[in-house]
């Protein structure tokens, strides 16, 4: 009897929790074994659909019942998708391949941590590494051509700018793993100079996300996310760019694991000898002179730079650090002057930045993360001017006033979160503080030197009342050293109407203070002057918007779709307008709407990738009751065939009329408008040696835009008040890409 209630307990004991709590345990690694976390993986049971990631080393445990197979599917971005059919037990490893086309899922931008981004509670578009590639981006303007409800602009000397949804890149928050990045001139931050040599990713955030990062993100937020940790033991890669207009640029990213500590070196040297479409290279009005090649409309231009990235990863906590140093330099060639031609002024305008920050990332228990960063900033901004002779290149720099001067400009940020996100919970919550504090100086700068800062409180909240609907309201409190800053709102919602449909709304607070270039500016030349103007107003806003997502995956692939819209109105808008002849200053041009929405679709089969769509984007403003429409299409088409390391690419977008704005000599603003576009890339690549080598060949721009025509110049460098300049015109380049790799 004893020998058989033993086995009977036995039997209860082992047997029966067993049956009662079974359940599989999932490790999900890439194919050279190295873990893949934050993998999304997707099961059924009961009917119902669930959704949730891998831990840190690719780890997960569903639940499973007893006897019953366990149909998932895993998604990850660079992987292709992968179904499979598991009994309970474990653990099972599953293996990942490599694919890209996929498109990425990864988010951090505006989430309590790292989650996909269609299970993010803000509408978020990834621009992931494979992309990059295979639009040859060099910089952020290259990986934001394409983009719907993105418009870029062009300065010869001040860069690229960019807008969002009709809002100026005054708007448009623009970050590096979270940092903000200092150096606006004109209001905008030039894209040329942000590298994209060791990123990751680029996420792109429409709409305000004023609670999570207080000023200039009334129309969007863009992070880049930099590469922190390597799945080898160490590799090194070097990559050779070169265009036909005289372009060179030769980068490189190096890494390596040493323990607990990963280290990302990169850095490398872009130069561009300038270039003028008109006369196909360069303007050459006396051959006999012995500096004949002057005045390109795109000047010259070199850039050197290095990143450090180091962070140790604990058991429970990272801590990191991230270093970089940069320099650009453009020169401007002036023309010969009348009536020898025999002399000429150049100028040079030399840009220095210093970047430090350090982060650390915990876990105080299971569900509860802090976040933290300290970062400075110092930015320097020179122009130098010189009288140069050009029968001899002897030169002398110039002592008028207005001719020589130096802007400094330096940002500390002080940001820390705290987020509670339990899985499975119907509760989640995040508090955080952030402390901006800005000072300008130098040449450029009214008065001795002035400062701004902020310190601000925020909080936020996820409800789930049931599995497939999230709300997340919110709420920002400010102050500000110049300006009353008022309580920032927030509201979000998600709902997952099926698996295969999202449906997101939103609506946020947006509030912008005046930059210090914007308040005092001071910038006079023989070509033009820029002056700040102190009686500014803040930009205030309202933004609503909505999103519809469908993604499905059927046996031939995957299908997508959207259809979104969006309203914003700016009460005070900020704008650079011309007073009068060469003279800019900024005003307060009243009420600003901006509405509109996009279309779009997709398929995908991990070996052919179309993508489809448009959008429209109406303004009216105080100055024009009149709306002005501004429509867009884009069209992409991809193939990868991996057994044959062969792939090619297509991008497609087409940009309607953009509004533009000056003020006459009575001080009456009026709106003019900017020409519609086309725009077409192609690149081809050839992958050899285990993809350990790879050559791009492509075009960019094959429809030979060069200058805009517009009723009005826009910016204070336009090419003139019947055109501004937009593209190089039709470019062949050629990238070569060299890899090597220890695993260890």
């Not at 209001?187 to 990713?201: C, F, M, S």
């Not at 050197?304 to 990272?318: I, K, P, S, T």
Request: with cysteine; aromatic share 8%.
């Amino acid at each position: 009897m004893g020998y058989t209630a033993g086995r009977l307990f036995l039997f209860t004991a082992t047997i029966v929790p067993s049956v009662l709590s079974a359940q599989v345990r999932l490790q999900c690694r890439a194919e050279n074994g190295a873990a893949v976390p934050f993998a999304s993986v997707t099961w059924r049971q009961e009917g119902e659909a669930f959704t949730a990631q891998t831990d840190d080393h690719g780890a997960l445990t569903v639940p499973a019942d007893p006897g019953r197979p366990v149909v998932l599917c895993v998604r990850m971005m660079g992987f292709t998708v992968l179904e499979d059919t598991l009994l309970g037990g474990g653990p099972h490893a599953l293996r990942l391949s490599p694919s890209s086309i996929n498109m990425p899922e990864l988010v951090v931008t505006g989430q309590y941590g790292a989650n996909i981004a269609e299970n993010a509670v803000h509408r978020v578009r990834v621009i992931d590494r494979g992309r990059l590639d295979r639009m040859a981006a060099n910089n952020l303007g290259d990986a934001l051509r394409n983009e719907l409800t993105v418009r870029l602009g062009q300065d010869n000397i001040l860069g690229t700018a960019v807008s969002m949804q009709g809002l100026g890149g005054e708007n448009v928050k623009v970050l590096v793993d979270g940092v903000p990045v200092i150096g606006r001139q004109d209001g905008n931050l030039d894209l040329a100079q942000l590298d994209l040599t060791g990123i990751e990713r680029v996420e792109v955030v429409e709409g305000p996300l004023s609670v999570n990062y207080g000023t200039n993100a009334l129309a969007g937020t863009i992070n880049l996310i930099t590469r922190k940790r390597s799945n080898d033991h160490a590799s090194a890669k070097a990559t050779a760019y070169a265009e036909h207009i005289g372009r060179l640029n030769l980068t490189g990213t190096a890494t390596t694991r040493l323990g607990a500590h990963d280290l990302v070196l990169t850095g490398g040297r872009n130069a561009f000898a300038g270039w003028d479409p008109a006369t196909g290279g360069w303007y050459d009005p006396t051959p006999s002179l012995a500096d004949s090649t002057r005045h390109q409309q795109w000047k010259p231009r070199e850039q050197l730079f290095a990143r450090l990235n180091h962070r140790w990863r604990g058991d429970r906590w990272d801590l990191g650090y991230k270093g970089e140093v940069f320099q650009d330099r453009i020169t401007d060639r002036g023309r010969p002057r009348a009536p020898y031609h025999e002399t000429a002024f150049d100028e040079q305008f030399l840009t220095h930045r210093l970047d430090n920050a350090v982060f650390a990332e915990g876990r105080l228990d299971r569900d509860r993360r802090l976040n933290a960063l300290l970062a400075h900033q110092r930015y320097r901004r020179i122009r130098n001017t010189w009288f140069r002779d050009l029968t001899d290149l002897s030169e002398q720099l110039v002592t008028t006033p207005g001719t020589q001067d130096t802007s400094r400009f330096t940002l500390t940020n002080l940001r820390a979160t705290l987020a509670s996100a339990p899985e499975g919970a119907w509760l989640s919550w995040e508090v955080g503080t952030d402390l901006n504090h800005e000072t300008g100086s130098g040449d450029r700068m009214a008065g001795d030197g002035e400062a701004i800062s902020d310190l601000a409180a925020f909080a936020s909240m996820e409800l789930r009342p049931w599995s497939r609907l999230t709300l997340r309201p919110g709420l920002r409190y400010a102050y500000n050293t110049r300006y009353e800053a008022p309580l920032i709102p927030s509201a979000n919602l998600r709902w997952a109407a099926t698996p295969a449909l999202t449906v997101r709304a939103a609506y946020a607070r947006g509030f912008r203070a005046p930059s210090l270039k914007e308040l005092h500016l001071y910038f006079v030349d023989v070509n033009h002057d820029i002056v700040g103007n102190p009686e500014l107003r803040p930009e205030r806003a309202h933004h609503g918007s909505a999103a519809l997502t469908y993604r499905t995956q059927r046996e031939r692939g995957t299908w997508s779709a959207e259809l979104t819209a969006f309203a914003n109105d700016v009460a005070d808008l900020i704008s650079l307008a011309q007073v009068s002849g060469a003279r800019y200053t900024y005003v307060n041009i009243g009420s600003l709407r901006t509405y509109g929405g996009t279309l779009g679709a997709g398929w995908d089969n991990g070996r052919w990738a179309f993508t489809t769509g448009g959008s429209i984007t109406g303004r009216t403003d105080a100055v024009s009751p009149a709306a002005l429409w501004s429509p867009e299409a884009r069209a992409s088409v991809m193939w990868d065939h991996r057994r044959m390391g062969l792939s090619a690419s297509l991008f497609y977008k087409y940009q309607g009329e953009l509004a533009n704005y000056i003020v006459d000599a009575d001080g009456a603003v009026t709106r003019g408008t900017i020409s519609a576009y086309h725009l077409a890339d192609a690149t081809l690549t050839k992958s050899f040696l285990d993809r350990r080598l790879g050559l791009t060949v492509g075009c960019k721009d094959l429809f030979d835009v060069r200058n805009l025509a517009a009723s009005m110049a826009e910016g204070a460098h336009s090419a003139g008040a019947s055109a501004v300049p937009m593209t190089t015109g039709r470019t062949w380049f050629l990238r070569l890409d060299v890899e090597l790799r220890k695993r260890s």
